[in-house]
């Protein structure tokens, strides 16, 4: 079993950085592809981007367009997401999860086991 806590959200300005971090418990973190979601308020949850268990491989969603990037340290057991050019629709409570599934970059909420309590990020404009 995973344990997955999120950290490093905050308020933040258009235009501004943030970089989240999920730290996972366990010795076979590099077994599980890992995934960010966020949910906005009144909005379903929404896939952000995941990372294959030795992070060779990345997925991102189309409203990303370059501005974030998904990175994982497996000696530290952590998977990060650094997010840049923040807008004011990047206002979300954000989730990592862990996924056991063959697959490299799992983009689907079912295909992860294993969720974070979130971290809520707030772009004002």
């Known amino acids: 079993q995973v344990q997955l806590v999120e950290s490093g959200g905050g308020l933040v300005q258009a235009g501004g950085s943030v970089r989240l971090s999920c730290a996972a418990s366990g010795r076979t973190f590099s077994s599980y592809a890992m995934g960010w979601f966020r949910q906005a308020p009144g909005k379903e949850r929404e896939f952000v981007a995941a990372?294959?268990?030795?992070?060779?491989?990345?997925h991102y969603e189309d409203f990303v367009e370059g501005r974030f990037t998904i990175s994982r340290d497996n000696a530290k057991n952590t998977v990060y997401l650094q997010m840049n050019n923040l807008k004011p629709e990047d206002t979300a409570v954000y989730y990592c999860?862990?996924?056991?599934?063959?697959?490299?970059?799992?983009?689907?909420?079912?295909?992860?086991?294993?969720w974070g309590q979130g971290t809520q990020v707030t772009v004002s404009s």
């Open positions: 990372i294959s268990w030795t992070g060779a491989s990345t």
């Open positions: 999860a862990a996924s056991q599934l063959e697959l490299p970059t799992p983009a689907y909420d079912d295909e992860y086991e294993y």
